[in-house]
């Protein structure tokens, strides 16, 4: 984005104005701190077996806040390592699916004709392939819970959706004079792109890379239950809330912790992300 | 006439924004009476449609209206939903601006008009479609048995606002608000339009309230006028009277802007200079789907189109939307891509150049846009749009040069350097234009298109943008190709003007001769559109026009493309098409029968 | 309409074919094959297995004998579940997941769109509030939660409804698990219904309808309501993918018969034949409801012909 974009401050401006947008802002802000920061109050180590203390249900004091698991690992610092590792994931996959559709929609869309054609057919085939079916054989043939694998697995998922959101507000964009204004001018077609098409469609995209992210931790959370995410020793807001939930009856707390945060950041980003679009719609004062 | 069908009392309409209460209009007292009609004038936003839209209580969800607003005595504000639904498309009938988006895309035509008569008059459907129908007929809708089955988008503007009328109509109102009914149409069918209404005014004995901007178009039709300006009523007087001793300087303005745009001074023709630009039998068409699946069809948007413009001079092209004008000005350009025939600028020929040397070759040949807030690129400061051309055509100059050029040229197009770091978004329309010019000029072009460049102003800013290009064709010495459907403006600025319709050329003349002698019929017919603000000529003017719209250009007629509309068509006009003849006076006209009309 | 709908479902089939040829391509370039987790096979066992599935031929051969095969519906052999075809297999499981995921969406529609219109109509006050903050959180939870806590409260607590299982002709084991899979899709529904509602109840035409004075439930019948159905066809299509990882959950949270289990074993075991297969099922579904959806839109919109 070109610096100092004009809708950027009013843009930002109205989302503040929006007691949702603004709670779930703020709510975030302390996820992320908490994910950055939280594990240093505690006195306990992620994956450190407490063989005193298995399945011991939360405690104040010097205790486990949130409790623990069947190993006696203390789950208010898995909670957030795995919130860590979620959101890292999340953002990640977002952004490399976001590279992806952008330029994919872009060039499809300004190029337009027979390359749009065909450039749209792919996405196309590549919709109808169940991706579940790529990410399975991409996570279990190479080495399972590779966090590589699952980057590409997530972001090669992300971008379908992406490009067309992204063709359909360049063509939309082409039409409009001030594109002609700048051929006219005599620019060339990649600095049209840069230049004047994706700074006007980072809105849009950017509403939607916000609900990208929940999406993407969702799609984790998924492959955790089928045993494809994040592994063992390593903790996810998936994996977490997955063996919570077998354990829903006899220890209730090893899904509370973990399932509270997942719902708090998805709740939030969500939220966000209707905020974003909301703020960035024109007719929207 | 004592009877008043709609008065209005100190009528106020506000609207709650996040920047507080805002008001759209104050306190604003008007009345209507049966056979009457009220014109209301003023510029957009001047608060004239809120006025009646918060009568019927049809304002915006943050809309509140405060007054009196008496239909037939009873006040209509604080009337509970149901009433004021027995009152709306009953008593009073509405037509709106625009006639694609304010029909509702999914109904055909004879729903939407049976909808109306089956709700308010109780009519069993069968009856309802015969009274659509009949209706339909009554607005002089072509075909209304075929069109009674269309969707909206398959008619044309005109057809689409008859269809509203018929609408507004079906509940046998005493009122019609028709709120800028012409606004969105070419300038014929706008006449045409405008006889309608006057004819249904003078049939039917109905109230009509019609609210423009444009002081020619109630001209023909407003018994009383009332001006509106900052959401308050500064006059209202019998329409003679008004146009004749305007009292508020405001309103003489306004008066003295549209007389300036309808009858302006001849331009004089300049002498001999060599030939700048030329188009050799230019033609476009584009690729339109064609009924089945993945078959298209060309759609011949320019055909042979064939024009020499000197240097210095000026050249106006003016037709309707379809005219094939706006095509002619960007292939000419290079912005669209011809299907045959030659650009040769300065004896090169534009196809001939490689693409780097055609971009190289841009800076010479700009262009600016009917729609200034859309040609602007709203993610850029105005410093930056203006410096963008220099960035490429001067890559050596350095930032600090290339803004003081983008200041210099802002200057010299009536600017403040305080707008240099403002958004598109924050200019006005006006300014937004000055801005498109500063953009092209800066360039130092030898050529300057200027696509309907001011055909979305308001008349103030109308006449100030024209006033600004013609000084600088004055000062630079530059060729200018001015498309506009706006004759009048033509006839300012242009020495030649070329007449397009349906993609073809039908008159090309020395602006005063075409104005004064048209030699082509389609050119009559377009002068004779043109509202007059005089309310002892117009009206007459409005009874005498005719019907007939131009024909789809997928479809276009053969032989001579005009002849569905031509008063003076023959046989042998369907069978060939009419030469370009050149006629006295430098001029020349595709007419096979202009020697004897 | 008949050429139209015959073109259109010709034109599936070359999409099909790549997506087949893909898969096909995807998992024979992935290392390891169906027979590596078997334990103490010796190399002549191996060789005589792969002889009799026909492993040991080229890739293209395979690839043709494979078409050849699917032109008469024949799916081949699985691999792993060696008494058992891939046709039957599916034939198996298919009915159990079809009509999971069509109860499902059923359920999704019928309280997704009247949801999202109550929100619209009272846009900003408390029942939009109020349906917004469900669809939050049924949009945050994941199924695997979702599932086993209806399980618990309705099951194992109440005893109205069984806690899993399957019994043919017994709609009650299918509640919970269109529930549990219905209830993301009906709150994606009524937030895309609201929003698109509010769209069009802001329109010119929707004012214009309403300057005819029909009264505020025609306008909203005849007006607003079927162009705001739009997005809500769109989503059809996406649906379908949805309907189909999520029932790979909540088959195997209530232990239904389903062909979910099918893909992720099969592509972890390298049952080629099953995955294939599947691939085929699912690609084909995917496509012949995009293109109802593609039919629908225009039976709502009729512009979408001429376009």
């Excluded at chain 2, 009938?93 to 304010?102: E, I, K, R, Y």
């Excluded at chain 2, 498109?436 to 103030?460: F, T, Y």
């Amino acid at each position: 984005m070109p610096e100092g974009s004009p809708d950027r401050p009013r843009a930002w401006q109205r989302l503040w104005r929006r007691a949702g947008a603004r709670t779930a802002l703020l709510v975030l802000g302390i996820l992320v701190a908490l994910a950055v920061l939280g594990p240093w109050f505690s006195p306990w180590q992620p994956q450190a077996l407490d063989w005193s203390q298995l399945a011991q249900p939360p405690q104040l004091g010097h205790g486990h806040w949130l409790g623990t698991d069947r190993l006696g690992r203390d789950l208010y610092v898995r909670t957030l390592y795995g919130l860590r590792l979620s959101l890292a994931l999340s953002l990640i996959a977002s952004g490399v699916s976001l590279l992806i559709g952008i330029a994919w929609g872009s060039i499809a869309g300004f190029a337009g004709g027979r390359i749009d054609g065909w450039m749209m057919r792919v996405v196309d085939v590549l919709y109808a392939l169940p991706y579940l079916f790529i990410v399975i054989i991409l996570t279990s043939l190479v080495a399972r819970g590779s966090l590589w694998v699952l980057l590409v697995g997530l972001g090669g998922v992300g971008w379908l959706t992406t490009a067309r959101i992204v063709r359909a507000q360049t063509l939309a964009l082409r039409g409009r004079e001030f594109i002609v204004a700048a051929r006219a001018t005599g620019l060339a077609g990649g600095q049209i792109i840069t230049r004047h098409i994706v700074p006007n469609l980072m809105g849009t995209v950017l509403a939607y890379a916000a609900l990208t992210i929940p999406q993407m931790i969702l799609f984790e959370s998924f492959l955790s239950f089928l045993g494809l995410g994040v592994q063992e020793p390593h903790a996810s807001l998936g994996n977490l809330v997955y063996g919570g939930a077998q354990e829903m009856e006899s220890a209730p707390w090893m899904l509370l912790g973990p399932a509270a945060v997942l719902v708090a950041l998805l709740l939030c980003l969500n939220r966000l992300g209707d905020g974003l679009r909301d703020a960035l719609d024109p007719r929207e004062y | 006439m004592a009877d008043r069908v709609l008065r209005l009392s100190d009528f106020s309409v506000r609207f709650a924004t996040a920047a507080g209460s805002v008001p759209a209009a104050t306190e604003v007292s008007l009345s209507v009476a049966a056979g009457e009609c009220l014109g209301v004038v003023g510029e957009s936003g001047a608060g004239k449609s809120q006025l009646f839209l918060g009568a019927l209580g049809l304002l915006a969800a943050n809309g509140r209206a405060a007054g009196r607003a008496q239909l037939q005595g009873r006040d209509l504000l604080g009337l509970p939903a149901r009433e004021l639904d027995a009152v709306r498309g009953r008593r009073v009938g509405m037509v709106f601006q625009d006639p694609m988006t304010s029909l509702t895309p999914h109904l055909r035509i004879g729903t939407q008009i049976a909808q109306v008569r089956m709700r308010h008059l109780g009519e069993p459907a069968a009856e309802a479609r015969r009274r659509a129908l009949e209706l339909l007929r009554r607005v002089h809708v072509n075909d209304p048995e075929q069109r009674l089955l269309q969707y909206p988008h398959e008619l044309s503007g005109g057809m689409r606002q008859r269809a509203m009328i018929a609408i507004a109509l079906a509940g046998n109102p005493q009122l019609l608000i028709a709120d800028e009914p012409t606004t969105a149409l070419d300038v014929t069918v706008q006449a045409q339009i405008l006889a309608l209404l006057q004819e249904l005014k003078r049939e039917t004995g109905l109230a009509l309230i019609l609210i423009s901007h444009d002081l020619g178009a109630v001209a023909g039709l407003a018994d009383t006028v009332a001006v509106m300006r900052q959401g308050r009523l500064i006059e209202c007087a019998p329409a003679t009277e008004l146009f004749a001793s305007p009292r508020q300087a405001y309103t003489r303005a306004l008066l003295e802007e549209a007389r300036a745009l309808a009858a302006p001074v001849p331009a004089q023709a300049s002498g001999e200079a060599p030939v700048a630009l030329e188009a050799r039998a230019l033609s476009v068409s584009y690729p339109v789907p064609a009924g089945g699946w993945g078959r298209r069809a060309a759609l011949a948007a320019l055909s042979e189109a064939s024009l020499t413009l000197h240097a210095g001079e000026s050249l106006g092209v003016v037709g309707e939307s379809g005219s094939g004008k706006s095509t002619l000005a960007r292939a000419l350009l290079k912005l669209v891509p011809h299907t045959a025939g030659r650009v040769v600028w300065m004896g090169r020929d534009l196809d001939a150049l490689s693409r780097a040397r055609l971009r190289a070759q841009r800076r010479d040949l700009q262009i600016i846009f009917q729609d200034p807030l859309g040609s602007l690129d709203p993610r850029m400061r105005v410093a930056e749009l203006v410096g963008e051309g220099l960035r490429v055509h001067e890559p050596s100059l350095s930032a600090a040069a290339r803004r003081a050029a983008a200041q210099a040229m802002l200057a010299r197009v009536g600017l403040e350097a305080g707008l240099m770091e403002r958004y598109p978004h924050e200019l006005s329309g006006g300014q937004g234009q000055r801005v498109g010019i500063a953009r092209a000029m800066v360039l130092a072009p030898k050529l300057l298109v200027c696509d309907e460049p001011v055909s979305s102003l308001d008349v103030h800013s109308q006449a100030q943008v024209v006033e600004l290009i013609a000084a600088l064709k004055r000062e630079t010495g530059l060729a200018l190709l001015f498309v506009s459907h706006n004759l009048g403006i033509v006839q300012r600025l242009c020495e030649r003007v070329l007449v397009l319709y349906l993609g073809r050329m039908m008159e090309l003349a020395p602006a005063g001769a075409l104005f004064a002698a048209p030699r082509h019929p389609y050119t009559r017919e377009l002068l004779a559109a043109i509202p007059l603000p005089d309310p002892r000529l117009q009206p007459g003017r409005l009874s005498a026009v005719r019907a007939g719209e131009a024909p789809s250009p997928r479809d276009p007629p053969s032989g001579c493309v005009y002849r569905t509309r031509c008063p003076f068509a023959q046989a042998a006009c369907a069978a060939a098409r009419p030469a370009w003849e050149a006629a006295s006076g430098q001029g020349a006209v595709a007419c096979r029968r202009w020697r004897e009309i | 309409m008949l050429r139209y709908l015959t073109g259109r479902i010709l034109g599936l089939l070359p999409t099909l074919l790549v997506i087949v040829t893909l898969s096909f391509l995807i998992l024979r370039l992935a290392p390891g094959g169906p027979f590596d987790q078997e334990q103490g096979l010796s190399p002549q066992v191996r060789a005589n297995l792969d002889r009799a599935y026909g492993l040991d031929q080229s890739l293209p051969v395979q690839y043709a004998h494979y078409l050849r095969g699917l032109l008469h519906g024949d799916f081949g052999p699985s691999l792993r579940q060696r008494d058992f075809t891939v046709r039957e297999l599916i034939a198996q499981g298919l009915p159990v997941s079809l009509t999971l995921g069509l109860a499902a969406l059923l359920l999704a529609l019928a309280v997704g769109i009247p949801a999202g219109i109550a929100a619209a109509l009272w846009q900003g006050r408390a029942p939009d509030h109020l349906l917004s903050g469900f669809a939050a959180c049924a949009l945050a939870l994941p199924s695997f939660v979702v599932g086993p806590l209806l399980a618990l409260v309705f099951a194992l607590h109440l005893h109205w409804l069984p806690v899993a299982g399957w019994q043919h002709g017994m709609p009650r084991y299918l509640v919970l698990p269109a529930i549990t899979l219905g209830l993301p899709m009906a709150a994606y529904l009524a937030r895309l219904m609201r929003a698109s509602l509010i769209e069009t109840l802001r329109s010119a035409y929707v004012r214009s309808a309403r300057a005819r004075g029909l009264g505020a439930a025609s306008v909203l019948w005849h007006h607003a309501l079927p162009p705001a159905l739009l997005p809500v066809v769109s989503y059809l299509g996406p649906a379908i993918a949805f309907v189909v990882t999520g029932s790979l959950v909540v088959e195997s949270v209530f232990g239904l018969p389903g062909t979910g289990r099918y893909l992720v074993q099969g592509a972890i075991d390298r049952d080629y034949p099953l995955v294939l297969g599947m691939v085929v099922v699912y690609g084909t579904l995917t496509l012949v409801l995009n293109c109802l959806a593609d039919l629908l839109y225009g039976a709502l919109d009729p512009a979408v012909h001429h376009a």
